[in-house]
């Protein structure tokens, strides 16, 4: 009897320790510029991202939606705050990654087609721009 109440408390802590980490993360930011994710143009607005999982992001605000799957990446240290990550050519950008306070991965969307034509026409590498979040 002892046995098997041992295995069940095991069971139990385990199952408890899979659903915390499948709990979705949801960071806000105001972006204060039109930016395309995932092949979609966004405006400027206030955003909640939403990572489930693993690598899908869930991108919201009252005037777009979009789904993105990202690719979780290590870093060399955790990040010291929570912001959204943009490239720069001119005046268009692009979400490039999400980086959570005290996480030592990040979120990288992969480049796409808009975002590669933009290199290609520019003789300069774009800009990093960050935007702090709230997480």
Do not use: W
Request: hydrophobic share 45%; net charge positive; with cysteine.
């Amino acid at each position: 009897m002892k046995k098997a109440a041992t295995i069940l408390i095991l069971t139990l802590m385990a199952l408890s320790t899979l659903a915390s980490a499948q709990t979705p993360k949801t960071v806000r930011a105001e972006v204060p510029f039109e930016f395309i994710a995932s092949g979609k143009t966004m405006p400027a607005a206030f955003y909640t991202i939403t990572v489930r999982g693993n690598s899908l992001l869930s991108i919201r605000s009252g005037k777009g939606f979009v789904l993105a799957v990202s690719n979780p990446t290590a870093l060399s240290q955790p990040a010291v705050a929570t912001v959204l990550v943009f490239h720069r050519y001119g005046a268009q950008y692009f979400l490039s990654g999400i980086r959570c306070v005290g996480e030592d991965r990040g979120y990288e969307l992969p480049v796409g087609k808009a975002e590669m034509e933009m290199r290609s026409k520019n003789t300069t590498e774009g800009e990093r721009a960050l935007i702090a979040a709230a997480k």
